[in-house]
């Protein structure tokens, strides 16, 4: 595992790993930490309070402190109700958890049609009042990971206004809307206004998150926000794991060797766990789905095609090995 502090322009930044529902599962997190590191907080994919019971059981596994020792894991809640979120803050809190971060950007159908993730962002009464009801429980530090609206970025004031009235450890903006999904390009003016009414508090609160995918694109989040210090990458770290050293060193860091080894990692730890060979191999091909972007040259994407089409774990395992020799 590597370690490296990130000193660009005299200032060190706390960098993020983002949750990705179905990826950065504690397996992957491990794998992470021991083959890459320079990951100052991880946070868990959502975890979606059922009534009754706060987890089940793949939350469960996902957030015991024994599956997250020597990392720093921030377990990501989704609800509109407080009252599971205060149910499951407790349970995390029994567990050692010291903060929660609640997820306000899921933009999946099904999510926001219970007006949960991104949801919550349509009624910003409703959302005060959720927001008054789990503060006053005073259980553990709350963090959010928002988005800018529903429909329209000029729903973000409002929203803006809804969540400086509330002591959040930390704000992490995504500057897209709900309606924008994954696509077009991030909002930065509507960061520009975050970071204009923080203020002073910028620093110890605002984290930039979206869209960084290399060095460059880092430097210039960097260059336009000197006051912000945390950065969270989600697509641009498991497309390519060597990103946050690349950023640290500024330079091309990747090893086939080590990625053979992660790869490896990951694949044995989903044996352990249980999933069967068929449905690992289905999980590794979706991390592929994000790593193909490090294989432009023409034989490397006649492998990746191998990859892809692979049936059985053999086939697959030895098209992996050629890639990665
Ligand atoms: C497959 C996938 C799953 C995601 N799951 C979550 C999640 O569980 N919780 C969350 O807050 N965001 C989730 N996100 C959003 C990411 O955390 C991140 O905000 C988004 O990808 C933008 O950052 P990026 O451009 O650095 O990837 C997910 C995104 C993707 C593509």
């Not at 004031?157 to 400086?164: F, G, N, Q, R």
């Not at 640290?248 to 992660?262: D, K, P, S, T, V």
């Not at 999980?283 to 193909?292: G, N, R, T, V």
Request: proline content about 5%; aromatic content about 12%; glycine content about 8%.
């Amino acid at each position: 595992m590597m370690t490296y502090v990130l000193i660009i322009g005299r200032r060190i930044k706390m960098l993020y790993l983002a949750p990705l529902e179905g990826i950065t599962g504690y397996i992957y997190r491990n794998a992470y930490q021991k083959y890459f590191g320079g990951i100052d907080r991880y946070f868990t994919p959502f975890i979606a309070p059922a009534k009754g019971k706060p987890f089940r059981h793949r939350e469960l596994a996902d957030v015991r402190p024994e599956h997250n020792t020597g990392i720093m894991v921030i377990p990501q809640i989704l609800t509109n109700h407080s009252e599971g979120f205060i149910k499951a803050a407790k349970a995390l809190t029994d567990m050692g958890y010291d903060e929660i971060n609640i997820n306000m950007g899921c933009p999946s159908g099904t999510v926001v049609s219970k007006g949960k993730g991104s949801g919550m962002l349509a009624d910003p009464t409703k959302l005060d009042h959720f927001l008054e009801e789990i503060f006053a429980a005073d259980i553990c530090k709350i963090s959010v990971k928002t988005r800018l609206g529903m429909e329209f970025a000029d729903e973000f004031p409002d929203i803006l206004d809804v969540l400086m009235k509330y002591p959040f450890t930390e704000v992490i903006i995504h500057p897209r809307t709900r309606e924008d999904y994954y696509g077009g390009s991030v909002d930065l003016a509507m960061f520009d206004l975050a970071v204009e009414r923080y203020g002073e508090q910028t620093e110890s609160v605002l984290c930039y998150n979206g869209d960084i995918t290399d060095a460059a694109g880092y430097k210039n989040i960097q260059k336009r926000y000197p006051q912000v210090d945390k950065i969270m990458i989600g697509r641009g770290i498991i497309g390519n794991p060597f990103l946050p050293q690349e950023i640290a060193e500024q330079r091309c860091c990747y090893n086939a060797g080590i990625l053979l080894a992660f790869h490896d990692e990951l694949f044995a730890g989903y044996m352990e766990a249980g999933l069967g060979a068929r449905n690992v191999m289905f999980k590794m091909k979706e991390l592929w789905s994000f790593m193909e972007c490090l294989f432009e040259a023409p034989d490397q994407q006649k492998i990746l095609k191998k990859i892809r089409k692979a049936n059985d774990p053999d086939t697959y395992n030895t098209e992996v090995r050629k890639l990665l020799r």
